[in-house]
């Protein structure tokens, strides 16, 4: 019943971030957030509930951007390179409200956390439903107002 830290969910897909991961990760990195974030466009039927965002006209999703060897920036073969500060989507991966398992094309284990880890997933779960949330009044009216550029997104996300 354990993660066989396969590293699937790192090297398969895109991984959504959410504004307060970029907020956190350019923090504790230093990073300018356009170093490690990129666009998808978004398309129908995708397992993810982060908001698509109008960006160049476009609707487009966040992500953290991919290596050369098309895997998640940060990953590498000792792990994540940002572990205590990687998304929320990662730190809850593969679990939803309630600890169901979500439907998730890049975990191929059945598995659940038990005992303190369970608790910090489900800890880790309820802050990803809030900053979600929030991330949902922010996409609303950003699109309201017709959307821009990558580089206006990301200044306006990291405006306080
Ligand atoms: S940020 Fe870390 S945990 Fe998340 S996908 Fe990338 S390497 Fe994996
Ligand atoms: S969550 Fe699933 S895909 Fe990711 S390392 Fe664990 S078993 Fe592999």
Redesign the pocket.
Known sequence: MNCARCGA??TSFG?CITPSDIVRISLATSMRPSQFVDTVQDYPNREREEPALFIDKEKQILV?KRSKENV????SDEG????HY??LL?RTYPFGEGMKSMCSRACPSEWAPEGSEREQYGHDIFLYEKELAEFQKFAKEWNSKGGGSLSKLLKALLSP
């Not at 994540?80 to 572990?83: A, G, L, N, R, S």
Request: glycine share 0%.
């Open positions: 969910c790192c991984v953290l998640c920036f940060f990953y994540c390179k940002i572990y990687r998304p990662c």
